[in-house]
C-alpha cells in the first residue's frame, strides 16, 4: 500500500470515528436533561461560552500545529479523543519511533506512532478500570499517612524520568526551555497545570528559536 493510500485511509476513518465521538460527547448533556425535563439556560451557556471558548479554541489551533508533526496523523487522531497527550501520549509515541529508528514523515513511522498510542490508551483504559473496582478495598491503604509523600512525588517522578532521557540526547538545546519554564512558573504562580496547553507549544516554539541560533552558531555537535 502507498503512504498515500494509507494516509487517506487513516484521515477517512479518524474523521469519522472523531466526528462520531463529538457526537457522542455532546449526546451526553442532551440526554441528561431529556430523562430529568432540565431545560438549557441559554443566557448562561451563552456567557460560560463566551468566557472559556476563545481560550479553547486558541490552544486547539496551536496543540494542532505543535502535535501533529510529532505525533503523525493516526497518533494525532488517536491521541485529540484519548486525551494526555503531552505527558502521556506524546512521550510514548517518541519513544516508540526512537525504539524503532523511524521518522515520523515515513509510513514506517505512522504505523510505529499509532500502535505505541492505540497501546497506551488501551492500556491506561485497562489502569483505569482496575482502579475503579479497586478504590473501594484499597481506600484505607491508599489513604495511609505512610503512602503520603510517595504520592506526592509521582509527578516529579515521571517528568524527572522522561527528562533524563530526552535532556540526555542533546542538553545545549535543553538548558533554554529548562531555564525558561522554571523562571516563568516560579515569577508567575498562576501558571500551573490548567495552562500547560499553551506553556507547551510555547516552549516548542522557543527552543526551535534557541537551536536555530544556535545551530547557525555552530554550537550544536
Known sequence: MKQSSY?????????????????????????VGLIFHAGLDWHGFLL???ATA??????AVIET????????????????????????????ALNALEQAKVSINSEEGEVTSTIAIAVSSVVTTLIII????????????????????????????LFGGLGVVFISKNWKIAVA????MLVLFIAVP????GTVGI?????VLFTIGVSRILYKKHLLD
Open 190 to 193: 498562576a501558571l500551573n497545570a
Open 177 to 180: 526551555p529548562v531555564i525558561l
Open 130 to 157: 482496575l482502579g475503579v473496582i479497586l478504590i473501594v478495598p484499597l481506600t484505607p491503604l491508599l489513604s495511609s499517612p505512610v503512602l503520603s509523600p510517595a504520592f506526592a512525588q509521582i509527578l516529579p517522578a
Open 199 to 203: 506553556m507547551v507549544p510555547v516552549g
Open 48 to 50: 460560560g461560552l463566551l
Open 7 to 31: 494516509l487517506d485511509s487513516v484521515h477517512r476513518s479518524g474523521c469519522i470515528w472523531n466526528i462520531g465521538m463529538m457526537i457522542l460527547l455532546l449526546l451526553f448533556p442532551v440526554c
Open 54 to 59: 476563545p481560550m479553547y479554541w486558541a490552544v
Open 65 to 92: 500545529f505543535t502535535y501533529i508533526p510529532m505525533l503523525g496523523a493516526g497518533g494525532s487522531y488517536l491521541s485529540f479523543v484519548t486525551g494526555n497527550i503531552s505527558n502521556l501520549k506524546l512521550p510514548v
